[in-house]
């Protein structure tokens, strides 16, 4: 986090700001991310986000009425959604795997105590 967007998100930063770092997102970033096929709005989403950098949550538009902000609420949940999935196909094959284990793990238990011996005998020819 912080790599493109230039910083973490803390208290001290605007609420814009603090969304664009928890994103790890410039405003051009985000702008292509919603807007990458329609120009007209890349450069409403990059001007409008650059406007309301350092606005306080009071004096930005409603987010219900904001066509800016319904894409990047739409954008977030996409993401988000992308990475409940990535997530969960990350935990299945890590219960897999565990699973698997387990399974070794009960298979050498059941093996006799008896240890395999050092050397074997020879073959007379």
């Known amino acids: 986090m912080g790599v493109?967007?230039?910083g973490l998100p803390s208290v001290e930063q605007s609420f814009v700001m603090r969304l664009l770092h928890g994103l790890n997102m410039t405003p051009n970033d985000l702008a292509h991310e919603i807007a990458h096929d329609n120009p007209a709005l890349f450069r409403e989403v990059?001007?409008?986000?650059?406007?309301?950098?350092?606005?306080?949550?009071?004096?930005?538009?409603?987010v219900?009425?904001?066509?800016?902000?319904?894409a990047i609420l739409t954008y977030i949940d996409?993401?988000?959604a992308y990475l409940m999935?990535?997530?969960h196909e990350v935990n299945g094959l890590l219960l897999k795997q565990r699973e698997?284990?387990?399974m070794?793990?009960?298979?050498?238990?059941?093996?006799?105590d008896i240890s395999a011996p050092t050397s074997l005998p020879r073959r007379r020819p």
């Open 46 to 62: 990059v001007l409008t986000l650059k406007e309301w950098a350092d606005a306080s949550p009071t004096r930005l538009p409603d």
């Open 78 to 80: 996409r993401q988000y």
């Open 104 to 112: 070794r793990t009960i298979g050498q238990r059941g093996l006799d």
């Open 85 to 87: 999935a990535a997530k």
């Open 64 to 70: 219900d009425r904001d066509a800016v902000w319904f």
């Open 4 to 6: 493109r967007s230039g």
């Open 100 to 102: 698997l284990r387990a």
